[in-house]
C-alpha cells in the first residue's frame, strides 16, 4: 500500500485579474500558504502558463516547475478540459463552446476541433517535460443532447456517436501513451463519458487503450445519484486522478436530478465545500489506501454558499485530516511465531 499524496489544488477556479491570483508566482505562493503541497494546472489560460513555450522547451517547464518549488508546492498534473471538450461538440452547443477556443477558430468547428488536438498534444508533450504521469481532460459529447430516451433515439444513434467520438481520441491515447502520460477522462454530465457505463462502451471502442484512465469526483456521482463506493470497488484499476469535491442532493416534491432549470443554489444537488456536503470522505480515502493509488488527493472548490478562498484555505486541512499513513506492518504481528514448512504441516495435521 501507498500513502496518498496531498493536500493538492486544482487552480482553475482561482485565476483571476487580482493579487494574488494573477500570475504563477503570486498564485503558487498564495496555495502552499493555505497549506498546499502541490497544484493541478489548467493550461489554457497563458497568465500562469505558457502552453506553446512548455511544449517547446524541457528547460523552460524546468524553470517554470522550479519558480513553484520556491514558493513551496509541486506540479501535480496539467489540465486540458476545455481542450478536450472540443475534440467532440455536438452542434446544438456550438455557439455556447466557441469561447473555450481560441479567437482565430471560433465560428468554424472543423478548425477549432483541429485547435484543439493541437492544444491537447502540446499539453501531452509538455507534461512529459515536466516528468508527470497523468493528465485530466473532458472527453467531448456527441450523444449528450440525447441522454434521455425520449423521442425514442433512432437504432444505432448512440452506437455512431461512439464509434466517432473514439475514433477521434484514439490518435491523442497513441500520442499519450508516446509522452508516457495516461489520459484521465473526468467522468462529468454534459460529456458522453459520464458515468461508469459511458465509460465502458468508450473504452470497447479504443480496446481497452491502457492510457484511457479516469479522474474520479465523488460530487459528480452523488448529483446522479450513482453509488461512488462500489465504483471505486468496480473501476480501481482505471482510476488514475482524484478531485475532492463535495456535493448533496436533497429532492423535494418539485425537484430532483434534473433541477427543474434553476441555478446552483436552488438545485436538488448542489456543490459545496470539502466536508460540507454528503460525500463519505472517510470511506473514500480508505479504498483509496487500500487499492494502492499513486496519485494525488487534488480540491476542486466549487461551492453554492462559501467564499472560494476560505473554501480552499479549509479544503487543505481536510485533505490532510483525511490522508491515511498507511501501515508496513501488521497490528497483530506483535503475536506471530517463528514457523517453517514442517510446522506448518504438523499444524495442518499432514505426514501423520
Not at 487552480?11 to 497544484?39: K, M
Not at 427543474?260 to 444537488?269: H, I, N, S
Not at 485533505?319 to 501501515?327: A, E, G, L, M, P
Amino acid at each position: 500500500m501507498r500513502t496518498i499524496k496531498g493536500p493538492g489544488l486544482f487552480l482553475a477556479q482561482f485565476i483571476g485579474a487580482d493579487a494574488p491570483f494573477d500570475s504563477w508566482h503570486n498564485i503558487t505562493r498564495w496555495a502552499a500558504e493555505c497549506g498546499y503541497e502541490g497544484v493541478q494546472v489548467p493550461t489554457n489560460d497563458p497568465r500562469i502558463l505558457d502552453l506553446d513555450q512548455a511544449a517547446a522547451s524541457r528547460d523552460w517547464c524546468a524553470d517554470w516547475a522550479g519558480k513553484a518549488s520556491e514558493n513551496g508546492v509541486v506540479v501535480t498534473e496539467l489540465s486540458t478540459h476545455l481542450q478536450g471538450q472540443l475534440i467532440a461538440v455536438h452542434p446544438a452547443y456550438d455557439a455556447m463552446f466557441d469561447g473555450f477556443a481560441a479567437p482565430q477558430v471560433r465560428g468554424n468547428p472543423k478548425a477549432r476541433q483541429e485547435w484543439a488536438v493541437d492544444q491537447m498534444k502540446k499539453a501531452l508533450t509538455a507534461s512529459k517535460h515536466l516528468g508527470l504521469t497523468a493528465m485530466v481532460t473532458f472527453s467531448g459529447a456527441l450523444a449528450w443532447p440525447y441522454v434521455y430516451p425520449w423521442p425514442q433515439r433512432p437504432a444505432g444513434l448512440v452506437e455512431e456517436a461512439f464509434d466517432e467520438l473514439a475514433r477521434r481520441w484514439r490518435p491523442l491515447l497513441d500520442y499519450a501513451d508516446e509522452c508516457g502520460v495516461d489520459l484521465c477522462f473526468e467522468i462529468h454530465p454534459g460529456e458522453d463519458l459520464h458515468d461508469g457505463d459511458t465509460f465502458e462502451m468508450f473504452l470497447e471502442r479504443v480496446d481497452n487503450y491502457p492510457r484511457a484512465k479516469m479522474l474520479y469526483d465523488p460530487s459528480h456521482y452523488v448529483l446522479q445519484q450513482l453509488d461512488y463506493l462500489d465504483h471505486l470497488d468496480i473501476y480501481a484499476e482505471r482510476i488514475g486522478m482524484f478531485h475532492v469535491k463535495d456535493a448533496e442532493f436533497n429532492p423535494t416534491g418539485r425537484k430532483g436530478v434534473y433541477g427543474g432549470y434553476q441555478p446552483w443554489l436552488k438545485r436538488a444537488g448542489r456543490f459545496r465545500s470539502p466536508g460540507d456536503g454528503q460525500v463519505d470522505f472517510g470511506a473514500i480515502f480508505s479504498k483509496f489506501a487500500a487499492m494502492d493509488f499513486d496519485g494525488w488527493a487534488v480540491v476542486e472548490w466549487e461551492c453554492c454558499l462559501k467564499h472560494p478562498e476560505d473554501g480552499a484555505r479549509e479544503g487543505a486541512a481536510f485533505v490532510k485530516s483525511h490522508i491515511i499513513r498507511v501501515t508496513e506492518k501488521a497490528f497483530d504481528d506483535f503475536a506471530a511465531g517463528a514457523t517453517d514448512r514442517d510446522a506448518n504441516r504438523a499444524l495442518l495435521g499432514l505426514d501423520r
